[in-house]
């Protein structure tokens, strides 16, 4: 599952200045909204606020509290300053979603803006697919209709609580929450100005054949435990981190390391804890080739150790007990085949036509409703819409090839992309955020200043932090296809010693 949908922001300062509500905040529950019922609207005081399901209270500025319910059944929140920057900011899910991403609400509230999240249509755990069976409108709601709308409630609540709408819109989501930002600029363009998608699981059908993949790539004797990535990584690092010219544990572009975990083989056919046999040197290969290039890219080397690296997403605490697992087997027992008893081991790569093509039924049956994939992004560049979106190059969840891939194409396809959609590329970031590079960095801030002041972003400085709250390195972060190269002076620790500049080949 995924970590963070907002990256820390950078402390950049918005004005925020009290706005006379038109009506009181308790008397939103008699608001009359086409398909929408509000069942609590209710201020909170400045201080300590509990979100619902958190475990400790956070600092809140004083704001009016909203949920309520979009027909049939998408539940939602909007949280309304009396301090407001005249913006509002929805935030994605991940995973499955099912439930009403609060935490990530906490942080725009505390900046100013009004901000919203939905459970996208459906309550349950994020690798909990059980809902779906039989309620094909939940899967829709899941898929794309519920953040438009959830857009649109949260726009007539603004209004109607302010006197005003927005000035600005934004959206910012990582994973899923990736995956929804894409579908806003391909599907509902006049939905939001500006839009951050992180580490986007856009491919939607082909990113879950990916899951199947790395469960089928990892069972029985090809089951990598969690106690030998480190000497994985340890390798890969030996072969390749010093081909961007500093050896800092960080792979700058890790499609140019050509890693042979053979180099891993345990001697004689034998085992041991610093070492790989035979079928789990065959298991990393298969993770790196990927289910093929026909329908979706394999894993990149580097980064993978750490709380959100291999041994949570590929390996997991014992064998079946993944990441990929978690959320890919749900998605195809109750989505997909809506059998709760299909076995995986049923799967069919092949993906020449006929009856026996489990990936052609796959995409009949879901690629309209779920896949954000349209590289044609001329009606979001014609409204005006920025959109920011970035991957680490260290992902284990979702390749960051397949973010390279589509934004490669929407260049191809769109006149003047450069113009609206910048991809930033994270070296050494894992999924959404965690890894041995700098991953804490302000998406937010940058999207505002372009959407705002016409300025589009050229650098964004990134940071990395200590378990201990201490940073101890920061790197810019450059628009693809250009990458930070060290000046050849000065602290590799310190952004300021760095250029974004074209790959050196």
């Known amino acids: 599952m995924y970590r963070r949908l907002l990256p820390a922001f950078a402390g950049v300062a918005l004005a925020a200045i009290p706005v006379a509500a038109q009506r009181s905040c308790e008397s939103l529950t008699q608001l009359?909204?086409?398909?929408?019922?509000?069942?609590?609207?209710?201020?909170?005081?400045?201080?300590?606020?509990?979100?619902?399901?958190?475990?400790a209270g956070v600092e809140v500025p004083a704001f009016c509290r909203v949920a309520g319910v979009i027909a049939p059944e998408i539940r939602f929140e909007l949280w309304m300053p009396v301090q407001w920057n005249r913006?509002?900011?929805?935030?994605?899910?991940g995973g499955l979603a099912?439930?009403?991403?609060?935490?990530?609400?906490?942080?725009?509230?505390?900046?100013?803006?009004?901000?919203?999240?939905?459970?996208?249509?459906?309550?349950?755990?994020?690798n909990d697919a059980t809902w779906a069976l039989g309620h094909m409108q939940r899967v829709i709601d899941f898929a794309h209709r519920s953040v438009h709308a959830m857009?649109?409630?949260?726009?007539?609540?603004?209004?109607?609580?302010?006197?005003?709408?927005?000035?600005?819109?934004?959206?910012?989501?990582?994973?899923?929450g990736g995956q929804q930002a894409l579908i806003l600029a391909q599907r509902y363009p006049q939905d939001f100005d500006g839009i951050v998608a992180g580490d986007p699981a856009n491919f939607w059908t082909h990113n879950?054949?990916?899951?199947?993949?790395?469960?089928?790539?990892?069972?029985?004797?090809?089951?990598?435990?969690?106690?030998?990535?480190?000497a994985l990584a340890e390798a890969v690092n030996r072969a390749c981190d010093s081909l961007d010219?500093?050896?800092?544990?960080?792979?700058?572009?890790?499609?140019?390391?050509?890693?042979?975990?053979a180099t891993l083989l345990c001697a004689a056919g034998g085992d041991g804890p610093r070492c790989l046999t035979a079928t789990q040197v065959d298991a990393v290969r298969k993770l790196y080739q990927g289910p093929g290039a026909s329908i979706y890219p394999g894993l990149l080397p580097g980064g993978e150790t750490g709380p959100g690296g291999w041994g949570n997403w590929i390996t997991g605490p014992r064998p079946g007990a993944s990441?990929?697992?978690?959320?890919?087997?749900?998605?195809?027992?109750?989505?997909?085949?809506e059998d709760p008893n299909w076995d995986v081991r049923s799967f069919r790569f092949e993906t020449a036509a006929g009856f026996d093509n489990d990936v052609q039924f796959l995409d009949e049956k879901l690629s309209t409703i779920f896949n954000?994939?349209?590289?044609?992004?001329?009606?979001?560049?014609?409204?005006?819409?920025?959109?920011?979106?970035?991957?680490?190059?260290?992902?284990?969840?979702?390749?960051?090839?397949?973010?390279?891939?589509?934004?490669?194409?929407?260049?191809?396809?769109t006149a003047g992309t450069s113009g609206f959609y910048r991809l930033f590329m994270v070296p050494g970031m894992q999924h959404c955020g965690g890894g041995p590079g700098p991953a804490k960095f302000d998406m937010v801030a940058a999207l505002e200043h372009w959407v705002e002041h016409g300025t589009a972003p050229e650098r964004i400085v990134a940071s990395h932090v200590t378990a201990e709250g201490t940073v101890d390195r920061t790197r810019p972060l450059c628009p693809y296809p250009q990458e930070a190269q060290w000046k050849g002076a000065g602290s590799t620790d310190e952004a300021q010693n760095f250029v974004c500049a074209a790959p050196k080949r």
């Not at 913006?87 to 899910?93: E, F, I």
């Not at 790395?214 to 106690?227: E, F, K, R």
């Not at 697992?325 to 195809?332: A, E, Q, S, T």
């Open 32 to 55: 009359a909204l086409p398909n929408v019922t509000i069942s609590l609207a209710a201020p909170v005081a400045a201080g300590q606020f509990t979100p619902p399901g958190a475990g």
């Open 87 to 93: 913006k509002l900011l929805a935030v994605g899910n």
């Open 98 to 126: 099912g439930s009403i991403n609060f935490r990530q609400m906490v942080e725009p509230l505390q900046r100013g803006y009004a901000s919203g999240s939905t459970d996208t249509g459906h309550q349950g755990a994020a």
């Open 151 to 176: 857009a649109e409630a949260d726009k007539a609540v603004v209004a109607a609580f302010y006197g005003a709408r927005p000035a600005h819109s934004y959206f910012s989501g990582c994973s899923q």
């Open 208 to 230: 879950q054949i990916s899951h199947l993949w790395t469960v089928l790539s990892t069972q029985g004797d090809n089951y990598i435990p969690a106690s030998k990535v480190a």
């Open 245 to 261: 010219g500093i050896a800092d544990g960080i792979l700058n572009d890790p499609r140019r390391c050509h890693f042979d975990p």
């Open 323 to 337: 990441g990929h697992g978690n959320l890919g087997l749900p998605f195809f027992k109750y989505i997909v085949f």
């Open 372 to 413: 954000a994939t349209n590289t044609d992004l001329s009606a979001y560049r014609d409204h005006g819409g920025k959109l920011i979106h970035y991957h680490g190059w260290s992902d284990p969840d979702i390749t960051p090839l397949n973010s390279v891939d589509y934004y490669e194409s929407v260049a191809r396809a």
